[in-house]
């Protein structure tokens, strides 16, 4: 009876010690058994040799193509930068004059920032020029590819617009997450590529 009552200690704390270790980054898991289901969807786990050269096969074309569709992306992009001038030239000029407003308050705060009020506070308009709110790619309208076996070059294969991350508004062009400083750039003449 005097045994069990010190082998209870002895295995509370090797439950312990297993839970700090489980917890902590290891050795590769020795069987596909031990391998956790968190992993993405897109990825599989292959058993046979056979299966890891399917699947790097795969990995291969998916990468060739979404190189082939980054090679294309400044171009797309720059269309679109053409194609939306004017409202965003609408956009700064229309905002201009309280933005020059806000950067006399910036000028005059102790810390040289004032917070904008040309958006929502944290640095995104609520609206977006290129996608026109939809949040979807203007390119391949949010299904991700340009052709069949191609990824889209202006998302390169999200489907979401690259200016709002398909959200539906865009980052201020004013103000530094929802700050605005004179050490900030002014907002640029031309929508952003990047």
């Excluded at 200690?9 to 596909?32: D, E, F, K, M, V």
């Excluded at 299904?143 to 991350?165: S, V, W």
């Amino acid at each position: 009876m005097n045994r069990r009552l010190h082998l209870i200690p002895i295995l509370i704390l090797g439950w312990l010690a297993y839970l700090l270790a489980a917890g902590r980054p290891g050795p590769a898991p020795a069987s596909r058994a031990d391998i956790s289901t968190d992993q993405p969807q897109s990825v599989s786990n292959p058993a046979t040799p056979t299966e890891y050269a399917v699947e790097l096969s795969r990995l291969s074309v998916e990468q060739r193509k979404h190189e082939q569709a980054a090679a294309k992306t400044k171009p797309f992009r720059e269309d679109l930068q053409l194609a939306t001038i004017v409202p965003w030239s609408k956009v700064i000029s229309n905002n201009w004059p309280a933005f020059q407003a806000l950067r006399r308050q910036a000028a005059a705060a102790p810390d040289g920032t004032t917070p904008c009020t040309l958006c929502d506070g944290k640095g995104y308009m609520g609206f977006c020029v290129l996608c026109r709110n939809g949040g979807k790619c203007p390119t391949c309208a949010g299904n991700g590819k340009a052709r069949e076996d191609e990824y889209c070059p202006t998302c390169l294969g999200t489907g979401k617009c690259y200016l709002c991350f398909g959200s539906g508004k865009m980052p201020c062009p004013f103000c530094d997450d929802g700050m605005i400083t004179l050490k900030s750039p002014l907002p640029p003449k031309m929508m952003p590529v990047n």
